[in-house]
C-alpha cells in the first residue's frame, strides 16, 4: 500500500474500524515508513487534542 492510500486510511485506522487485512497492512506499512508513522503521530496528537475541547451546547431556542 502507498503512503498516500495509507495517510488516507489513518483515521479510520486510528478508530480501529478496519478489518484485520486491513490494518496489518498499515501497521506494517507505518513500521517501515517513517514519513506516514510521523503522520500518523500528527494525527493521533490532533484528535487528541480534539477530544478534549468542550461540547457546544447550542441554545434551546434553535
Known amino acids: ?9 489513518l483515521s479510520a485506522f486510528q478508530d480501529r474500524s478496519l ?3 486491513a490494518s496489518s497492512v ?7 515508513c517513517r514519513e506516514c ?9 490532533l484528535r487528541s487534542r480534539l477530544r478534549e475541547l468542550p461540547r457546544f451546547v447550542p441554545p434551546a431556542r434553535l
Not at 500500500?1 to 486510511?9: A, F, I, L, P
Open 1 to 9: 500500500m502507498n503512503c498516500e492510500r495509507v495517510q488516507r486510511k
Open 19 to 21: 478489518g484485520p487485512e
Open 26 to 32: 498499515i501497521a506494517e506499512h507505518l513500521v517501515r
Open 37 to 45: 508513522a510521523s503522520y500518523s503521530e500528527e494525527l493521533g496528537e
